[in-house]
């Protein structure tokens, strides 16, 4: 049983007349004192995150306004980060007991070990591709991918995405101005023929 109470009125703990413990706690639903008589009183220390905003910077996964991590789905991949081969367990993703914990520890451990067991990861085809002759080196595609998948190739002077690396999200190529980005499958010419056949009804 969860009973809510704000901070002015916090609960009173008091020695009873019989020398038992007595808790009295207003009930902001009910809006009546609820008294009552326990064996034991435990208080629960609060869990909080450590700073965790450059690690999730860095590993561009997900925080709640709380500073925990995010999971990818809460019932479809519930150890898994939106970002491919980064596993969550623990403290680290919500104030849990230890058991749950491990749980959870094992769950990503056995998910961890589904990618080492392979002899090669496929990819998927959605990726976004530079065309080196149109690259202007303005750095758009770098600052922008959420993923920080976009180099600039000094040897070609061009920018250069790694295919197993890019989530296809197709931000870098909404914003490059030189038009120098592609996502396969979705190419601007592939949009434009939808549109119109579309358009034509
Ligand atoms: S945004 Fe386009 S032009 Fe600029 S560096 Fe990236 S690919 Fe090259
Ligand atoms: S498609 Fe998305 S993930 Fe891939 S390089 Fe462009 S911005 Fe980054």
Not at 77 to 102: C, M, N, Q, T
Not at 167 to 173: A, H, I, L, P
């Amino acid at each position: 049983m969860f009973i809510r109470f704000d901070l002015e009125n916090k609960p009173k703990v008091e020695q009873a007349a019989d020398g038992g413990l007595q808790v009295t706690v207003l009930d902001h639903i009910l809006g009546l004192p609820v008294v009552l008589r326990p064996d034991l009183l435990t208080l629960a220390s609060a869990v909080v995150p450590n700073p965790t905003e450059e690690l999730g910077e860095l590993f561009k996964v997900s925080r709640n306004a709380e500073g925990f991590f995010n999971e990818a789905h809460a019932k479809l991949r519930p150890v898994d980060f939106a970002s491919d081969g980064i596993f969550l367990a623990g403290l680290a993703h919500y104030p849990k007991p230890i058991d749950e914990s491990i749980a959870q520890a094992k769950a990503a451990a056995g998910r961890a070990a589904t990618f080492l067991a392979q002899d090669m990861v496929q990819v998927g085809g959605v990726v976004a591709v530079v065309d080196p002759e149109k690259c202007a080196v303005c750095l758009t595609c770098v600052r922008t991918c959420p993923f920080n998948v976009p180099v600039i190739d000094y040897k070609v002077d061009a920018a250069y995405i790694d295919p197993a690396k890019c989530q296809g999200c197709g931000v870098c190529v909404s914003e490059c101005p030189g038009k120098a980005i592609q996502l396969k499958h979705f190419t601007d010419s592939q949009i434009l023929a939808q549109e119109l056949a579309l358009a034509a009804g």
